[in-house]
């Protein structure tokens, strides 16, 4: 069955449904794992999915003071507060869409909006309750890349403003050497201590 025509749904909803949601719209199956997450129905039927807090995150790659940190955001209403869920002491953000589209007044230590950020803080230290820390970027190569100086370079972005890590953060247990780019914030090293190419950046 088709998706309703000449409909416009406003509800926000999280990027995790798209793949359920496309596989359902395609008859094909759906893990069951997402399956509760599929929206396939709701746009059969061209009504407005069920409001419920919607929620997104990314683990800090290139910031030096909290590498390893999780920026968590979560939208319940009008309201979105973001913050930095390893670090809770960072001040986080906290606006009113329906008052603030364009998010120019952060409310985060504002006095009449401290219930808000308190439950919408909860409602992030339950979902990411029991969850461990997500590290993207790792890329664990046989050998290193190296520039015609002979300097370490990114295996992504190509540039060599990188600096050793292993020993110093979590991901890069098992490798060494471990590198960290200061540019695209790629995470890379050797497994195990392989032979290493090339010799080390002074940025390193």
Known sequence: RAVAAGKTLNTPVETRSLLPTLLDLAGLPVPGHCADTSLAD???RGEEPEARPVFSGIAFGVEPRHPDGRLVMVRDGDWKLTVCYDLPEEPGELVNL????HEQRNLYNAPEASAVRDRLWKLVQDHVEGTEKPYPNVHVLEKLRVNDAGET???????TKIRRVDGKVDWAE?????FLCGHCGTRFGLKGGGARKGRANSST
């Open 42 to 44: 709701t746009l059969r």
């Open 98 to 101: 329906a008052d603030d589209p």
């Open 174 to 178: 098992g490798l060494r050497p471990a």
């Open 153 to 159: 370079v990114c295996p992504l972005c190509r540039r």
